[in-house]
């Protein structure tokens, strides 16, 4: 699989993620950005916020973060958009995403569809097409060359089948979460297969090239090219798990980009994850270094 360059542009939600512990930016297609930037990656990131407050204070959050908020719009009618964020006694996350908001209305504008067409990877996520309206838009970016990339979000009620298969009908990769592969399998009422059955099926019942299955503090999975690899994860001391998937998949592209083994690429990606779950929020600061330290520690 060729990406054609290494100009990547994300799509999605942008948002203010409500923890027990205060506001801290977030929303998947941010979160996975915003790594690949500190990574040291060519990124860009396009969403819509509010022209409230909160809008303001996510742009400049992407600025001082060394983003260009080039391509994030500014709706004049909507607002910024904010998901409740309720931490259980293991610290794992579930949401309360409010609508209508900002990100729910991105617009098609010729400034966007060139700096699609001009990028080698798009990453998206199944959330953002939750509104008809973003979803028209971000279907028409999608038709291209690029190497396409979707991140499984299933969070209730944003989980359509008619949504998200329209979505993997454009898309090469998929990471998703080991209970979203099950809920895919529900879909055509495959049961008693084991996992790798499972993500031979799903591969081949969308025209995958690329799969990859996060399983939480058990590791991940990634079939590529008819190869399973798998790696059981690093053992850190978790903070709270918000953004932590979205971290894994950026060290996953960044590792694909760099040209390292799918078994490498796996590794740093789970080094990359419980690093930000050993942190508080989705987009803590760090260097490179410290994911090195969690790589060498398995």
């Not at 205060?22 to 022209?51: C, D, E, F, W, Y």
């Not at 700096?115 to 990453?123: H, M, N, V, Y």
């Not at 998206?124 to 999608?142: D, H, Q, V």
Request: charged letters at 25%; one cysteine or more.
């Amino acid at each position: 699989m060729e990406i054609k360059n290494n100009q990547i542009l994300c799509i999605g939600e942008v948002l203010w993620d409500r923890l027990p512990s205060g506001a801290k930016p977030g929303g998947a297609p941010m979160n996975v950005a915003l790594h690949l930037n500190a990574i040291g990656q060519n990124v860009s990131i396009t969403s819509r916020v509010g022209n409230d407050e909160p809008g303001k204070e996510l742009k400049l959050f992407l600025e001082k973060s060394g983003m260009s908020t080039e391509f994030i719009q500014i709706d004049e009618h909507l607002p910024t958009s904010e998901v409740l964020v309720h931490l259980n006694e293991n610290n794992n996350a579930t949401y309360e995403i409010c609508e209508p908001v900002a990100w729910d209305n991105l617009e098609l504008t010729d400034l966007l569809m060139t700096k699609a067409r001009e990028a080698g990877l798009l990453i998206y996520g199944t959330l953002a097409s939750r509104n008809p309206m973003s979803g028209r838009t971000i279907m028409r970016l999608l038709e291209n060359d690029a190497v396409k990339l979707i991140d499984v979000n299933f969070r209730k009620p944003y989980d359509s089948q008619e949504v998200v298969e329209r979505l993997l009908e454009k898309t090469d990769i998929v990471k998703l979460y080991d209970e979203e592969l099950v809920a895919f399998a529900q879909w055509y009422n495959k049961h008693r297969h084991d996992e790798q059955s499972l993500v031979k099926w799903f591969a081949s019942q969308y025209n995958l090239k690329m799969v990859c299955v996060t399983k939480g503090d058990k590791g991940a999975l990634l079939y590529c090219e008819g190869e399973f690899y798998e790696h059981p994860g690093f053992k850190v001391n978790a903070v709270d798990t918000v953004g932590a998937g979205d971290a894994f998949l950026a060290g996953l592209i960044a590792s694909l980009l760099d040209k390292k083994s799918p078994a490498d690429a796996l590794a740093y990606a789970c080094a990359t994850g419980a690093f930000v779950a050993s942190k508080a929020g989705a987009t803590p600061e760090y260097h490179i270094n410290e994911i090195e330290q969690i790589l060498g520690n398995i």
